[in-house]
């Protein structure tokens, strides 16, 4: 059998090895608890994908609680984005070194404590480094979360149906932050957005003890430390680019620094990975035409998602005056639209269906949801236009995050199925990142544009007596509104570009069992 095939995990099962009595872990028969550990990953999970959201809502009031200046209120979400986009990597390694399940409580911990030092905090400093210790360890959480449920389900049916319920947590849970956000805002404060991770945390904690098995196949693997500086490094400066290309705009020297040494040292980091002896990354997972494919998928389609969750939040509350309660409902179809794509449909045809046959029709449906709103206007139109781009866009992220998460984790050996995960997870988190720097930037620019024109020509037709107040707050509106248009358009674009790399580049064939490769044949060390 060559290296790719036992890679892909498209062609059946690995056979067994001749040699030896002892059953391999890794072709262990399934744990007969193996549901109700799906539930403890699930929540955990959930915890993590929410908490990205759920601060955006409170925001606002954790700022005039805390005395936060508006300069600095954008580090209340950047200090999570960076340290867990930038950690996710070595997160994964950890897993993968110290073992899945060790990891999951540990990260499970840590988050709950940092989350309650966030609720409790006193002052910005506090807060701020509360939500970067949440994303330190939710990158420890959620690449064990996610190899758990890789080594926990390998075979065809349960596989499907384990991660199309992953899937729609991952494509579901930053609405949910929403809704959840509003809720606790209005009828309590913002402190409990960050306490409810505690009892949640506990919860998942006592039935990681009792219902999670972790493999014993972690041969080989040690931390390849330049690997961490340079990988999490270029991660991290990428990310902050992005976040501070926002306020400064991309032509600023600081971003285009940071844009630049980033990918520089991610250029580092992958000429030191083929000479690394125990690589962070092994090359071979993203080699891998079906996987590259998977994790390129990912970061296009979260692009157009995130950039749609940007603009309507601020649509619905700023242009139409909603509640924060108000708001979070107004995402209830597009998370329910997400479940039934991950869980009834694409459940259902993964192992019937080859995976591009689910992402591309899903890009497709995602990127007309979001071209729909393109036809947006100052005045309220949830029924015409926001509830049939909701459906459309949920449905198609139904349809495209459950295929590409198994097959990104498909056929990988466990020792590397930790940093298979976290390589997920990081596409997700880093095209989340430029998508919404990306889309926000061409946005406030449009609406710039679009107000400054239209107020000069009122102006002229007042004949210099100046722009009425309520004619002054219509061309603010519909300025808004016109960026938010022109920015989802472009993210509709981006959406079609994922589905023809869906189409060209994932080419494997509907998994009939998956079950990784023994060790001996994907270590990833060079002998």
């Known amino acids: 059998m060559s290296e790719a095939s036992a890679e892909s995990g498209e062609g059946g099962a690995?056979?067994?090895?001749?040699?030896?009595?002892?059953?391999?872990?890794?072709?262990?028969?399934?744990?007969?608890?193996?549901?109700?550990?799906?539930?403890?990953?699930?929540?955990?999970?959930?915890?993590?994908?929410l908490d990205a959201t759920i601060v955006n809502i409170a925001l606002p009031s954790a700022q005039h609680d805390l005395g936060i200046s508006d300069a600095n209120r954008q580090w209340v979400i950047t200090a999570y984005t960076l340290a867990f986009?930038?950690?996710?990597?070595?997160?994964?390694?950890?897993?993968?070194?110290?073992?899945?399940?060790?990891?999951?409580?540990?990260?499970?911990?840590?988050?709950?404590?940092?989350?309650g030092l966030g609720g409790a905090a006193t002052g910005a400093g506090l807060l701020f480094g509360a939500r970067a210790l949440q994303g330190a360890f939710g990158a420890l959480l959620a690449p064990s979360a996610l190899s758990l449920l890789t080594t926990t389900f390998t075979i065809g049916k349960e596989r499907s149906k384990a991660f199309g319920i992953y899937g729609a947590i991952a494509g579901g849970g930053a609405a949910i932050g929403l809704i959840a956000g509003g809720l606790l805002t209005e009828y309590l404060n913002w402190r409990w957005c960050l306490y409810v991770n505690v009892p949640v945390a506990v919860v998942a904690l006592a039935g990681a003890t009792v219902f999670l098995r972790d493999t014993r196949d972690r041969g080989g693997v040690r931390l390849d430390v330049p690997g961490v500086l340079l990988g999490c490094g270029g991660l991290i400066a990428i990310v902050y680019g992005c976040s501070e290309a926002q306020p400064r705009g991309w032509g600023d020297a600081g971003v285009l620094g940071l844009l630049v040494g980033g990918v520089a040292l991610l250029a580092c980091f992958g000429w030191w990975q083929t000479r690394a002896r125990y690589p962070l990354l092994p090359l071979g997972i993203v080699r891998n035409r079906n996987r590259g494919g998977a994790f390129l998928t990912m970061g296009l389609a979260v692009i157009g998602m995130f950039g749609m969750f940007l603009f309507m939040t601020y649509y619905f509350q700023v242009v139409l005056g909603y509640s924060p309660v108000r708001t979070g409902l107004a995402y209830l179809p597009m998370t329910a639209a997400i479940i039934v794509g991950s869980t009834q449909i694409s459940a259902r045809l993964l192992h019937r269906l080859a995976p591009r046959l689910l992402m591309v029709p899903g890009a497709l449906l995602a990127a007309s949801g979001l071209y729909t709103l393109t036809y947006l206007t100052a005045r309220p139109a949830y029924l015409s236009h926001v509830l049939p781009a909701e459906l459309l866009v949920g449905l198609g992220m139904g349809l495209i995050f459950m295929?590409?998460?198994?097959?990104?984790?498909?056929?990988?050996?466990?020792?590397?199925?930790?940093?298979?995960?976290?390589?997920?997870?990081?596409?997700?988190?880093?095209?989340?990142?430029?998508?919404t720097a990306l889309l926000n930037t061409i946005a406030t620019s449009t609406s710039a544009t679009y107000i400054a024109a239209h107020l000069a020509d009122a102006a002229r037709r007042t004949g210099g007596r100046g722009v009425p107040p309520a004619l002054r707050h219509g061309i603010v509106n519909d300025g808004v509104v016109d960026g938010f248009t022109v920015a989802i358009g472009v993210g509709s674009a981006i959406m079609l570009l994922a589905a023809l790399v869906a189409g060209l580049m994932v080419n494997g064939r509907a998994p009939k069992r998956a079950v990784p490769a023994p060790p001996a044949r994907a270590s990833g060390a060079r002998r």
């Open 403 to 435: 295929p590409v998460m198994a097959t990104a984790t498909s056929g990988v050996a466990p020792q590397d199925s930790g940093v298979t995960s976290a390589t997920v997870n990081t596409a997700q988190q880093v095209g989340g990142s430029i998508g």
């Open 85 to 115: 986009g930038g950690l996710l990597l070595l997160g994964g390694r950890i897993a993968d070194l110290v073992g899945r399940k060790r990891t999951f409580m540990v990260g499970l911990v840590g988050f709950a404590l940092a989350s």
């Open 14 to 49: 690995v056979p067994l090895p001749g040699a030896g009595s002892r059953t391999p872990s890794w072709a262990a028969p399934p744990d007969p608890r193996r549901w109700w550990g799906l539930v403890v990953i699930a929540i955990a999970q959930l915890m993590v994908v």
